[in-house]
Nanobody
Framework: QVQLVESGGGSVQAGGSLRLSCAAS????????MSWFRQVPGKERENVAG???????GYAASVKGRFTISRDNANNTLYLQMNSLKPEDTGMYYC??????????????????WGQGTQVTVSS
């Protein structure tokens, strides 16, 4: 079992930056693909960034060039650096993990480990 705890959310003005962290504990050796999801009320969770085995990364088109996903394996921590934030980036951000080496194409159902979420609010 893997436990995930996010931190780093908050309120910023448009154009600002935030860095989210996700601390993993437990059987972290079984987790390869890690992703950040974003959810707003009434909508499905959206995969915004993922990092797979060999640290291959992928991004949603809406955040590409502004967000950077990374991880520190020594400290079992996943990060999401968010720059040039826009009001439409507002939402609850969750980190998620799976035992798959490569990040699955499926949505949230493909992930088995979830954090409790951290709120990001971007004002115009």
């Amino acid at each position: 079992q893997v436990q995930l705890v996010e931190s780093g959310g908050g309120s910023v003005q448009a154009g600002g930056s935030l860095r989210l962290s996700c601390a993993a504990s437990g059987n972290t050796g079984s987790t390869y693909c890690m992703s950040w999801f974003r959810q707003v009320p009434g909508k499905e969770r959206e995969n915004v960034a993922g990092i797979a085995g060999f640290d291959n990364t992928g991004y949603a088109a809406s955040v590409k060039g502004r967000f950077t996903i990374s991880r520190d394996n020594a400290n079992n921590t996943l990060y999401l650096q968010m720059n040039s934030l826009k009001p439409e980036d507002t939402g609850m951000y969750y980190c998620a993990g799976t035992q798959s080496f490569w990040c699955p194409d499926g949505g949230p159902a493909a992930y088995i480990y979830w954090g409790q979420g951290t709120q990001v609010t971007v004002s115009s």
